[in-house]
């Protein structure tokens, strides 16, 4: 029998290759506001990237304020010189056009730019009160997933991450671009390409909210990202592949805002906190030793996947298991994405301190089909190094 669920998202979704060119006449047919504030990184900025945007969007009679000082991790800091710089500008309506730190930061710049709700009282499950701004998003990267999620990151300390998740963090129309994602490099292509399947196979293995909709995206997710990610690395130019992993990775943006992710990203967060590697790289670290420290629980449901990731190989549930696991391993060796944290600039002697903040993520620990404890994190760790 099963049990009641909901399942919630972005109130629309348009997939184009080449959309960013025509964003102006979209937005127009969608929106009243005209006082555009983007959101994005100098990098893509001062690259060019977002010139065919801004040119349609004055086509259509929008006035552009451009707002480029995200980086990754984005602290509290860096939201509030945003939404200073929207309200002086006037802004009415929120375009987030980049990665995932890009769209986090718009999601909370619509929200209180006319809400005086203080950023503090947000941080949690169901906090923001009242409504936002209009908000578009446009994801330059194959990763995060963060245009269709309702949850934003930031960092809130020297060394802690923090989460808000609210249904008035939802986009309200999210476009797909795969041409936007062409000059990503074939690294970057790894890493935010593995994080995203990272979203898909926890939200299949959730303990908490798990149901037939999140399993049905994050199983095309993967199949998806699974026949195109080593192809995407390799030839950047490929559209099909460029196309499939972008959607791919939507896909499984939807899966885990409602059935929420887990232990591979609790223990990746004190890695991009304390040493400020790319969420997606974090992520692609802890992948293996989480997926094999969850075997004696998700066996079954790694079993599932193997089918859809085409994994070779036949016999029983933990040999069909195994074979999602190798295969997952393998494909992230044939990504060229780095493998270990020596590798990265991770000292071994900071592990111990690694899996005592990896506790302190208890909003995504809970999720883990296998309860992990301090010393479990830190075998995790030594696992990865």
Not at 155 to 161: A, H
Not at 216 to 229: I, N, P, Q, T, V
Not at 320 to 345: Q, Y
Request: with cysteine; aromatic share 6%.
């Amino acid at each position: 029998m099963q049990a009641p669920f909901s399942f919630d998202g972005p109130a629309a979704l348009l997939v184009a290759w080449g959309g960013a060119a025509r964003l102006g006449a979209l937005m127009a047919a969608w929106f009243s506001q005209r006082n555009l504030l983007i959101v994005t990184d100098r990098f893509l900025h001062e690259a060019g990237l977002l010139e065919p945007a801004k040119t349609s969007l004055a086509t259509e009679g929008f006035v552009v304020t451009v707002f480029d000082a995200v980086v990754a991790d984005p602290p509290e800091a860096v939201l509030l010189q945003a939404v200073e710089q929207a309200r002086a500008q006037g802004c009415d309506i929120v375009l987030g056009l980049g990665g995932g730190s890009s769209m986090d930061i718009a999601k909370l710049v619509a929200v209180l730019l006319h809400n005086d709700q203080p950023l503090k009282d947000m941080y949690g499950i169901g906090n923001i009160r009242g409504h936002r701004a209009p908000l578009v998003q446009v994801p330059t990267t194959a990763g995060t997933g963060s245009e269709v999620t309702n949850i934003t990151i930031l960092t809130t300390g020297e060394k802690t991450k923090m989460g808000i998740v609210a249904p008035q963090l939802y986009a309200d129309r999210v476009l797909l671009d795969g041409a936007l994602t062409l000059g990503l490099p074939p690294v970057q292509t790894a890493a935010t390409g593995i994080d995203a399947m990272v979203h898909a196979i926890e939200a299949f293995t959730s303990r908490h909210r798990k149901n037939p909709l999140s399993d049905l995206f994050a199983k095309e997710a993967l199949r998806l990202m699974a026949a195109h990610l080593v192809t995407a690395c390799t030839d950047g130019s490929s559209r099909p592949a460029r196309e499939a992993m972008l959607l791919g990775a939507a896909l499984a943006g939807k899966a885990f805002s409602n059935s929420p992710v887990a232990a591979v990203h609790a223990l990746a967060y004190p890695l991009g906190g304390h040493f400020h590697l790319p969420h997606g790289l974090t992520n692609a670290l802890m992948l293996g030793p989480v997926l094999r420290f969850n075997m004696k629980a998700a066996a079954p449901l790694y079993a599932e996947l193997a089918d859809v990731v085409g994994a070779p190989g036949s016999g029983g549930v933990t040999d069909r298991a195994g074979a999602f696991v190798a295969f997952m391993e393998d494909l992230m060796d044939r990504s060229g994405a780095p493998r270990r944290l020596r590798d990265c600039g991770v000292p071994e002697e900071s592990l111990p301190l690694l899996a005592h903040d990896a506790m302190l993520q208890t909003r995504l620990l809970v999720n883990n089909p296998v309860e992990v404890t301090e010393a479990d994190a830190l075998t995790l760790y030594r696992e990865a190094f």
